[in-house]
C-alpha cells in the first residue's frame, strides 16, 4: 500500500517512493536512480547509509538501544563529549532531543527561563521549526495562521536590518534568535555586520543570542558552524537534521552562564538516547575527519559561479554559502523541480519561487557535475 493514501494530509506529498540509498544516490521502487540534491532538507551530509554510521548504529543495537535521559550512558557520554570538542568553544553545555524544532524549544525556554524576561526578537523569512514555540518565531503566514493563537510575545524584524532589529531589543528582550543563512526562507546569507551587530545589541540590552544552525551546522556551508564566518559567539546554538548521519537528533548548546541563570525544568524520553548518540559520534568522526566542510566550499563556490554565469532568463538571483545554494525564479519552483526531477536529479523548493540545492558534502564530482548540467538545462528551458 502506499503510505501516501493513509498518511495525515497535512504537507506536500511528491512521489516516487523510495526504497534504497547509498552516498548520494536514491532508487525508488521501480529501481529508477536519482541524484539526490535534496538531501532530505539537508539532513544527508554525509549522503545515504553512510558506513561508519550503519556500523555504529548496529554495534549500538546490539549493547543498547535505550535508556531515558535521567540516567548516563556511556554513548552519550562520548557524544557531548565528541560534541564539544569542535562546537564554538563558549558553549560548554548541551540538551539532546530529537529533532530542530525540539532543539529550538529548549533554547526558547531555556533564554525565557534564564532571563525572565518574555520577548523574543526573530526574523522575517525565518524558519525555525512547527511545534508552537518553534512556529512562533518563524515567519510564514501560511504555516502559522491555521494554528493562531501562537506563544505570545514573538516579533519579527526584516531580516540583515540592524536598526530595524536594534529598535525591536530592549529590556524586556529574552533573546533574538537567527539563521547564518535562512534556508527555508529562500536561501538569504547574513551580511558581514549583520550577526556580530545581533550580538552588541543582544550585549547592550541583556538579552541572549540565539542561533539556528539546525541547517546550516555540520559542514553545510563552508565552515563546520556557519557562524565561524562571522566570528560571532552565540549564547545557545541549535543542531539537528544531518547531526546523527540521518538518525533523529536535535542539540541545543547553551554557555555555563545560561545554565546557571537557568530556572525551571525542561525534558525529552528520547533525547539522548545511545543510538542517536552512537550515530552522532560516527558522523562528527566522518565531518571532521574528511573535513568535510571544505568540499562544501570548493564545490559550492564552482557551482554558484557556474549558475550566475547562466544565461537563463528565468533566473532572478543565484545565492548562496558553501553546499546551500538558492536560485531564485521570476516564476515557480514546481515545474523546474519536477523537469530534474524527471531527469534524475532531486531538488527541493525554498519558497514558492527558490530552487534550493543541498547535496550530500559526500557527492561525487561527476553527480556533483551532472546535476548542475541538469539544472542549467531545466533553467534554460523554463
Ligand atoms: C533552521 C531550522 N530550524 C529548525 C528546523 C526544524 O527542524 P525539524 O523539522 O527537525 O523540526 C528547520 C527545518 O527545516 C530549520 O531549517
Known amino acids: 500500500m502506499d503510505a501516501r493514501a493513509v498518511e495525515f494530509a497535512c504537507s506536500p506529498r511528491?512521489?516516487?517512493?523510495?526504497?534504497?540509498?547509498?552516498?548520494a544516490t536514491l532508487w525508488d521502487e521501480g529501481g529508477n536512480e536519482y541524484v539526490d540534491c535534496g538531501a532530505s532538507f539537508g539532513v544527508g551530509n554525509l549522503g545515504h547509509c553512510h558506513p561508519a554510521v550503519v556500523e555504529a548504529i548496529t554495534a549500538q543495537a546490539r549493547q543498547l538501544i535505550h535508556v531515558g535521559p535521567t540516567?548516563?550512558?556511556d554513548a552519550k557520554a562520548a557524544f557531548t563529549g565528541r560534541l564539544l570538542s569542535v562546537a564554538p568553544r563558549n558553549l560548554r553545555r548541551v540538551f539532546l532531543s530529537?529533532?530542530?524544532?525540539?532543539?529550538?524549544e529548549a533554547a526558547l525556554k531555556f533564554a525565557r527561563a534564564a532571563t525572565g524576561r518574555p520577548k523574543v526578537v526573530a526574523a522575517m523569512r525565518g524558519f525555525h521549526g512547527r511545534t508552537m514555540g518553534a512556529l512562533s518565531a518563524t515567519w510564514r503566514r501560511d504555516f502559522r495562521e491555521p494554528f493562531e493563537p501562537l506563544v505570545p510575545g514573538f516579533v519579527h524584524v526584516p531580516y540583515n536590518d540592524i536598526d530595524a532589529l536594534r529598535k525591536a531589543v530592549g529590556g524586556d528582550?529574552?533573546?533574538?534568535?537567527?539563521?547564518?543563512?535562512?534556508?527555508?526562507?529562500g536561501v538569504h546569507v547574513a551580511s558581514p555586520e549583520y550577526l556580530p551587530a545581533a550580538r552588541e545589541i543582544c550585549d547592550a540590552a541583556g538579552a541572549l543570542l540565539i542561533l539556528d544552525e539546525v541547517q546550516t551546522g555540520m559542514g553545510r556551508t563552508g565552515r563546520l558552524f556557519a557562524v565561524e564566518r562571522w566570528g560571532v559567539e552565540p549564547d545557545l546554538l541549535t543542531l539537528a537534521k544531518?547531526?546523527?548521519?540521518?538518525?533523529p537528533i536535535g542539540a541545543t548548546l547553551a554557555t555555563e552562564a545560561v545554565e546557571r541563570a537557568f530556572k525551571g525544568s525542561h525534558n525529552s524520553t528520547?533525547?539522548?538516547?545511545p543510538l542517536a548518540c552512537a550515530a552522532g559520534s560516527a558522523a562528527i568522526d566522518v565531518v571532521v575527519r574528511g573535513k568535510l566542510w571544505e568540499r562544501a566550499e570548493t564545490l559550492g563556490s564552482r557551482a554558484l559561479e557556474e549558475?550566475?554565469?547562466?544565461?537563463?532568463?528565468?533566473?532572478?538571483?543565484?545565492?548562496g554559502l558553501g553546499l546551500m545554494i538558492g536560485i531564485e525564479l521570476r516564476g515557480k519552483a514546481a515545474p523546474v523541480l519536477e523537469a530534474l526531477q524527471e531527469d534524475g536529479v532531486i531538488a527541493i523548493g525554498g519558497g514558492s519561487s527558490v530552487i534550493r540545492l543541498l547535496p550530500?558534502?559526500?557527492?561525487?564530482?561527476?553527480?556533483?557535475?551532472?546535476?548542475?548540467?541538469?539544472?542549467?538545462?531545466?533553467l534554460r528551458n523554463g
Open 270 to 273: 528520547f533525547g539522548g538516547n
Open 173 to 185: 528582550t529574552a533573546a533574538v534568535i537567527l539563521e547564518a543563512v535562512q534556508g527555508e526562507g
Open 14 to 23: 511528491r512521489a516516487p517512493t523510495f526504497v534504497r540509498g547509498l552516498g
Open 71 to 73: 540516567f548516563g550512558t
Open 98 to 104: 530529537n529533532s530542530g524544532s525540539e532543539a529550538v
Open 242 to 247: 544531518s547531526l546523527a548521519g540521518g538518525v
Open 307 to 319: 549558475l550566475r554565469g547562466l544565461e537563463a532568463p528565468a533566473v532572478r538571483e543565484v545565492r
Open 360 to 378: 550530500p558534502l559526500v557527492i561525487t564530482d561527476a553527480q556533483w557535475a551532472r546535476a548542475i548540467e541538469s539544472l542549467g538545462r531545466a
